[in-house]
């Protein structure tokens, strides 16, 4: 896996290969079969026909080599670079079968996460030099969310929680189920746990929740009074986070209440995929 490509518990290989055998099916690539002859050569051209920021280059590498080894491939940008539209993202030559069957799988990935990348680049954007960082959320795909994640991260976000796993985050259910904030956070110190996120959508709830151990407060849905009125409260002892109906409208004056951070679900729950295209040429 290159350098460049950082997602630490991914399988690129068995995404690959599973994405490609969903299309292929029993019986393969039957219009390329039928269509091209087995020795025939093209030259291949990606490119995008929008300003896009640029996501998963490495990945669609993997689906062109997976069929064609002794594929020829140029990557003409990086992940993360912010392109005009018209740009070539990558060049390659290779078997002309293998390259048509692994065509639409490469470039779905591709559009896929060059969209987010290009969505939460906007975001980022948006509020530079507010001081906020930018979160993204699990609002992911099922099973795409190393991916989707890792192309926030491109587009200029920090990843949130990866998982149930790696923190706690106590809202509105679970507040509901154990009787108060205070008592949740309460259960999860007892627990052993040391990131406790705990949400909080009413200006009552800052105090109970920092009292009882809270290591992080989200606080959801609030307008930026409430918001200037929860950071001043919290004073800087835990890191604070504005999040629920964030849109890039909003995001400026969110980000200027001194919120640590601003999480937006739909970074991967909306982004629309990028247009690329894969342009083939007989040599």
């Known amino acids: 896996m290159p350098e460049t490509l950082q997602l630490p518990g991914f399988d690129l290989d068995a995404f690959v290969g599973s994405t490609l055998a969903e299309d292929l099916g029993s019986a393969g690539d039957i219009t390329s079969a039928a269509v091209i002859p087995a020795d025939a050569v093209f030259d291949g051209v990606m490119d995008s026909r929008d300003a896009i920021t640029v996501a998963g280059l490495a990945i669609a590498e993997a689906f062109f080599r997976a069929l064609d080894p002794d594929v020829t491939i140029e990557r003409l940008v990086r992940d993360g670079d912010s392109v005009p539209g018209g740009t070539d993202l990558m060049r390659l030559r290779g078997k002309a079968r293998a390259l048509l069957t692994a065509e639409r799988s490469a470039l779905n990935t591709v559009q896929h996460l060059s969209g987010i990348a290009t969505l939460t680049r906007t975001y980022v954007d948006q509020i530079t030099g507010t001081g906020a960082t930018l979160l993204d959320t699990r609002k992911t795909v099922p099973g795409l969310r190393v991916l989707e994640k890792y192309a926030t991260r491109t587009g200029g976000a920090t990843n949130h929680r990866m998982g149930l796993w790696d923190a706690a985050m106590i809202k509105d259910n679970h507040v509901a189920v154990s009787g108060s904030v205070g008592e949740a956070v309460r259960r999860a110190v007892a627990a052993g746990i040391e990131r406790i996120i705990v949400e909080v959508d009413r200006i009552d ?15 959801d849905n609030m307008a930026p009074e409430m918001l200037r009125e929860a950071v001043a409260l919290v004073s800087g002892r835990v890191p604070t986070e504005a999040s629920g109906g964030v849109r890039l409208d909003t995001i400026r004056a969110i980000a200027e209440t001194g919120v640590t951070y601003v999480s937006v679900g739909r970074l991967t729950q909306s982004a629309p995929a990028a247009d690329i295209g894969l342009d083939f040429k007989t040599a």
């Open 205 to 219: 709830q800052v105090a109970p929740a920092l009292e009882a151990g809270a290591t992080h407060l989200l606080l």
